[in-house]
């Protein structure tokens, strides 16, 4: 119940006594460049067939701080901090006594370039405009590292935010063309932003006049023209507005701004915008009475291997011909068929399966609106995939004619883990330095030869899946 000024208003809390069973994490496999950052998502599995985001309720930890953190921070929950090469450590969360990992190489790739975006773009003085920096490495991969980059105007012109909330956001301060600038250690990116302070003269919003079945939809733009030339736009700005919000609603909240949805059958509206007291043209809104027909699942009859994250589309096909994107709808729900072999989120990522056993699940998105409308597609779960191989002790030295057990670890694509030292083929890069033993019984038993060109490295090779993982191995006097 919460109460303001005298007035009143009550929601229905229910409380389950469902317990929680599983948990997924997602990524469950993820390779970071050194210096980025990246967000997980648990997703719990309860005892009444149910699935939650338990972004807010998990707790985080990283078996090794010093090549990767993760935050429990309120607004950065859930948030890794790359921080040196190395790897695979384990990313673990844990609520109420259970728990999964994920498991994260953080790739030592140097930095070359900061791209920043959108690219010379023009705001009114007083409006924002939130940046993006994308880092580029050495090996060619590309990571968005806007949370990592320190953000800089390069005159009074712009100010531009590093607050966590708001990190990227630039703000026209004064006319001026200031760069945005992005830094993260030595390397830095930029682009121009252009400021204005021209009056609006008028505002042009379309697509005009639209026709859509109930449900459906649309989205709107605004496009300014400016006293001293040029257009821009302003779409994000302005305030939009329905004649009629009993018939045709249209949004002003961030991420869906200009989004109009028609609610009754048959019944017209007029969109409009406004801003600092110019108003827009009008544009006829129609709900007419196409009804959804199919819904089409993809991807289709998927065959994957336990512990990979799945993600599906739901596309919905009206009776006029025209197609929606479902997949995040609210009226429609996705389910699973069993539950063992595949579960599907209904909160955010919405329609992303999580593998946790092996076997054939029918996916299904279900639409209920003035009629039920359900799409299908089978997924088919294998064993387990060996995703990589780690070799240990790391790093390690032995004295000539003494010798060392080595041990090969398997991560495989459900997260597991399994030791593959009998399994895997051993090597010595240089078998003057040291020996290692592929005869039953000594499997990974390396004896050291020589301290002359030490250090030798080891390698470990499942033939069947040509996975390999290595180490270095230093012999003494």
Do not use: C
């Amino acid at each position: 119940r919460a109460a303001f000024g005298g007035q009143t208003g009550t929601h229905l809390l229910q409380i389950s006594n469902a317990t929680i069973t599983s948990m997924a994490v997602d990524p469950g496999t993820l390779t970071i460049a050194d210096g980025s950052t990246a967000s997980f998502t648990p997703t719990g599995s309860f005892s009444d067939g149910t699935t939650q985001d338990l972004i807010l309720q998990a707790i985080w930890a990283s078996e090794n701080p010093s090549i990767a953190s993760i935050s429990n921070d309120p607004g950065s929950r859930g948030v890794l901090t790359a921080l040196s090469g190395g790897g695979p450590i384990r990313i673990t969360a844990t609520w109420n006594g259970v728990s999964n990992f994920a498991n994260v190489t953080v790739s030592a790739a140097e930095l070359r370039e900061i791209q920043v975006t959108p690219a010379q773009r023009t705001i009114l003085v007083g409006n924002s405009l939130r940046y993006t920096a994308v880092g580029v490495y050495s090996d060619g991969s590309t990571a968005d590292i806007s949370g990592s980059v320190t953000w800089t105007p390069s005159n009074a012109a712009a100010t531009i935010s590093n607050a966590a909330a708001s990190k990227g956001v630039a703000t026209g301060v004064a006319v001026g063309t200031p760069s945005i600038v992005a830094t993260l250690g030595p390397v830095a990116g930029s682009t121009q932003l252009f400021i204005i302070d021209a009056p609006i003269t008028s505002i042009m919003i379309s697509p005009d006049p639209v026709s859509k079945p109930i449900g459906v939809v649309q989205g709107f733009t605004a496009i300014a023209t400016l006293s001293g030339g040029g257009t821009q736009d302003i779409t994000d700005q302005v305030l939009w507005a329905s004649s009629n919000p009993n018939n045709v609603r249209i949004s002003n909240a961030a991420g869906t701004r200009g989004q109009a949805t028609g609610i009754v059958i048959g019944t017209t509206a007029n969109i409009f915008a406004s801003y600092e007291g110019v108003a827009s043209n009008l544009v006829v809104f129609t709900v007419n009475a196409a009804t959804l027909a199919t819904i089409a699942v993809t991807p289709d009859n998927s065959s994957v291997a336990k512990g990979t994250a799945v993600p599906f589309t739901a596309i919905g096909t009206y009776s006029d011909g025209s197609a929606q994107d479902l997949t995040t709808h609210a009226d429609l729900t996705w389910e699973s068929s069993a539950l063992g072999v595949a579960t599907i989120s209904n909160v955010a990522p919405k329609g992303q399966a999580s593998t946790p056993g092996t076997g054939t699940s029918t996916i299904t998105a279900r639409f209920v609106g003035t009629t039920v409308i359900t799409g299908t597609t089978q997924l088919t779960v294998t064993p387990a995939t060996l995703m990589s191989i780690s070799v240990t002790p790391a790093g390690g030295s032995v004295a000539v004619n003494a010798t060392v057990q080595f041990v090969a670890t398997g991560l495989f694509s459900d997260n597991s883990m399994q030791v593959l030292t009998n399994q895997v083929t051993w090597g010595s890069s240089k078998p003057g330095v040291a020996t290692i033993s592929n005869a039953v019984g000594s499997l990974g038993r390396a004896t050291g030869v020589s301290s002359v060109d030490s250090p030798t490295t080891i390698t470990a090779q499942h033939v069947p899946t040509g996975r390999t993982g290595t180490t270095t191995l230093a012999v003494t006097p």
